[in-house]
């Protein structure tokens, strides 16, 4: 028992996450140091740290960054908001499911990564290509999700709405939405997640201009580990981010879901 | 005050289509609801209570016969009739007051005569306080007290009610009989309420309308002539609660009298017939 409390004493709840990182950035600094690893495959921490700081000195990181996340934030734009009309009329429609369902659900098996070819095609190696494989991974989760929101609106609700003779809109905004919005949601945080995965895809098998993942392709060609260690830092902290963002926005918009899930 | 309407029901039958064959559920049904009416209709589960509850609001539609309410046809559902389901059927996004005001979406009401009359029923319903509840916050008693305000902030002519206590406790169920009963005794409200405790019907009902199962039908309609408030325990109120209770008992006996010759007629043991008295 008193184990316990010494052990809450020493990390406590709210910083546990970061033992894990710390103790294996202690254990890297220490492989390096202590020349247990001499390989080049294993730069010092301190080096990427020194990278880094050029990156960011020399502005290199920011056009890197900037162009990655207005391709993504276009892809993202564009894929989702396609997305979501399209996810609700389908949810909708039970006529447009039936004519576009079968085709849509054919179309969302074919792994991503085989779009590039036939993009590269149509598109070239530019940000046209890179923006229509970033939207089409915002695409699908968007419609799977809005789809299934829209078909798990309760009846009963949509009988409410009935007994007090709502117009279509009304049924739409008052009921529709608000029932559906937490699946919509979680569609549109998958979507974002994808899309920051697919917009380093996209700039690593459409390798052209300027790029997070162009960088990382420049410290592979180069053999500067730690030009892609310290990328790949980067991408991570973006993806949590990102994520952080939205969660944050969702908690906001979604208060009344967390205060009656809270109950169960 | 509300004005209520007269609502006759003549030869009323619905049937759904089950696999391509017709399964009669309401048949030759007759009833006429005076304005400010309280009837109770009682009947074993699948004797087509909440059907004819569902036809009155307009959810259902697609029968024979009649249903008018003032000599007009019913169409469609119609703000002139509310109804309070089992489930209370909140939006769980809305707080207590959006939850009310949105029964008045569609009224021609004022901004200001639309807050004045949310506040006037959730006072009505003794929520004051509440307001700005959301409904998972408040106890199932509660919750349908909200749904019953949502319910008369229109004014309706006719109050429908399909099982509204069901899922209550017994004590949070006979709390809020005694209150629909002042609801229903201040406003003049045609009160119409579906219910399997034939104790509740008769609680509240100036008649209770006995229903029978397969295809349903009206089995007997008892007058309750009892003054408020009904004392439970009372010989007067015994009686007639045995009286609708001896409909439900007598029924293999009656049935086969009534209809000799009925194939299917399967007479079912008393002890089957469950009431939550």
């Known amino acids: ?264 | 005050m509300a004005h209520a309407g007269t609502l006759s029901i003549k030869g009323l039958s619905k049937q759904y289509e089950v696999k391509g064959e017709a399964l009669p559920v309401l048949q030759d049904i007759d009833l006429t609801i005076e304005p400010g009416e309280f009837v109770s209709i009682v009947g074993s589960s699948g004797c087509g209570k909440s059907t004819l509850l569902r036809l009155i609001i307009g959810l259902e539609g697609d029968y024979q016969g009649d249903i008018l309410l003032d000599g007009q046809r019913i169409v469609g559902t119609s703000l002139n009739r509310g109804i309070v389901f089992q489930e209370h059927r909140l939006f769980p996004w809305l707080t207590v007051e959006k939850n009310v005001a949105l029964g008045l979406l569609n009224s021609s009401l004022t901004e200001g005569q639309r807050r004045a009359t949310v506040r006037d029923h959730i006072a009505l319903v003794g929520l004051e306080g509440f307001e700005t509840a959301y409904p998972h916050q408040l106890s199932g008693g509660m919750s349908q007290r909200v749904a019953i305000a949502r319910a008369l902030v229109n004014r309706p002519d006719i109050l429908l009610l399909d099982e509204p206590f069901g899922a209550l406790d017994a004590m949070t169920r006979a709390h809020l009989q005694q209150e629909l009963h002042r609801i229903w005794a201040q406003e003049h409200i045609t009160m119409i309420l579906v219910t399997h405790d034939v104790e509740e019907a008769v609680v509240l009902g100036d008649r209770v309308v006995v229903m029978e199962p397969r295809p349903g039908r009206i089995r007997r309609i008892v007058p309750v002539e009892l003054a408020h408030p009904r004392e439970r325990a009372s010989y007067a109120f015994t009686a007639v609660k045995d009286r609708v209770l001896q409909e439900f008992s007598d029924r293999s006996a009656a049935e086969l009298a009534e209809s000799p010759l009925k194939p299917d007629a399967q007479p079912a043991p008393a002890a089957q017939w469950q009431f939550a008295v």
Do not use: C
């Open chain 1, 1 to 264: 028992m008193s184990n316990l409390v010494n052990k809450r004493v020493i990390v406590p709840p709210r910083l546990r996450g970061w033992v894990l990182p710390l103790a294996l950035l202690v254990v890297w600094w220490w492989a390096v140091q202590s020349g247990w690893s001499t390989s080049p495959l294993l730069v010092s921490p301190l080096a990427v740290w020194q990278r880094g700081v050029e990156q960011v000195s020399s502005g290199e990181l920011w056009v890197a960054l900037s162009a990655s996340l207005w391709r993504n934030a276009w892809g993202f734009a564009i894929g989702a908001s396609i997305g979501l009309v399209f996810g609700a009329l389908l949810g909708w429609s039970r006529w447009f499911e039936r004519l576009v369902g079968p085709s849509f659900h054919t179309l969302k098996q074919i792994s991503l990564f085989a779009w590039i070819p036939m993009l590269s095609m149509w598109f070239g190696l530019g940000d046209a290509a890179k923006i229509a494989f970033i939207a089409m991974a915002a695409f699908f989760p968007v419609v799977l999700n809005t789809f299934e929101g829209l078909r798990s609106v309760p009846r009963e609700y949509i009988e409410v709405a009935r007994v007090y003779e709502f117009s279509v809109w009304q049924l739409m905004r008052r009921v529709i939405a608000p029932a559906a919005a937490p699946s919509i949601f979680t569609g549109i945080q998958l979507s974002l997640i994808y899309t920051w995965l697919a917009t380093l895809g996209a700039e690593y098998l459409l390798a052209s201009g300027k790029g997070i993942g162009n960088t990382l392709i420049d410290g592979r060609e180069h053999f500067w580990m730690d030009l892609v260690l310290f990328g790949v830092v980067v991408i991570g902290l973006v993806g949590f981010v990102l994520n952080w963002l939205l969660t944050a926005l969702e908690k906001r918009l979604l208060a009344w879901r967390d205060r009656t899930l809270a109950r169960y």
